[in-house]
Structures are given as structure tokens and as C-alpha cells.
């Protein structure tokens, strides 16, 4: 039977377990893996993981996080902490361009990137006290 790719994925994951238990030496688990994604069918699958034990079943608890995973469940902080990265990356852009422009002009000017990010800041901060009930999101 052919193999797909989650049975590759499913493969390369069994023997990454096996790397991080030191059953196999990275030079091996490399050689494994660049067979495992080159297989077309199960058997050649199969034959890469046969000398290797099953992996321990997952712990209660690990079962119950791993089902409230795939129910869909996010964290009710995951998109306020999104919009911080995005205004991470807002910052780290706008201070390049301050930090080039001020090279370019042979004299520090003022940190014009303060007001923009000052004003987003606030926003964030705002949201995450006054939440907007109406859009279903639990900050």
C-alpha cells in the first residue's frame, strides 16, 4: 500500500522520539528520516521504526490537554498577545527606519517612532481592560 505524507509525518515523529531518547544517534536518525520521506510505500515505513519500542502512552493529564486542544479551545489570551508581537515587529521596523534615517543624516533626530507606537500601545492596554463583548473575544 502507498504511503501518504501523515505517514511519513507519523514516521519522522516516531523517530524523533527515538532521537530524544538517545535510542538513536543523530547521524542514524538523519539516514532514517531522509528514508522515511523518500518511502512510497508502508512497508518501507514500517521496516525504518521496527527496532524501535512503542512510544509511552501519553498521561492522563496529557490526554485531557491534548482533547482540549483539538476541541478548539484557545487560550482567551492568545490574540492580545498576537497583536503584541504584532507590535513588536511595528517597533522593530519603525526603529530600523529612525536608526537609518538618522545614519543618513549624520545626526540623531528625534524618536519619532515613540508617538506611533505610544498611541498602538495604548490601544492594546485599552483592549485588554474594556474588552469588546459584542466581538465574542475573552481577553
Known sequence: ????????DATAERLAIA????????????Q???????????????KLSADLP???????????LATA????FVSPWKDW????????GGAVIMTGIW????????ALLPFWPLVPLGIWA???????????ESSGSRR
Open 122 to 132: 495604548a490601544i492594546l492596554v485599552a483592549a485588554a481592560i474594556w474588552p469588546d
Open 54 to 64: 512503542e512510544p509511552p502512552e501519553p498521561e492522563e493529564s496529557d490526554r485531557e
Open 99 to 106: 536608526g537609518v534615517t538618522s545614519i543618513m543624516g549624520g
Open 69 to 72: 486542544d483539538q476541541s478548539g
Open 32 to 46: 532514517r528520516l531522509d528514508a522515511a520521506m523518500n518511502a512510497t510505500v508502508l512497508g518501507q515505513l514500517w
Open 1 to 8: 500500500m502507498r504511503a501518504s505524507d501523515a505517514d511519513r
Open 81 to 88: 498577545i498576537d497583536e503584541w508581537r504584532w507590535w513588536l
Open 19 to 30: 532521537l530524544q531518547e538517545g535510542r538513536l544517534g543523530v547521524t542514524e536518525y538523519e
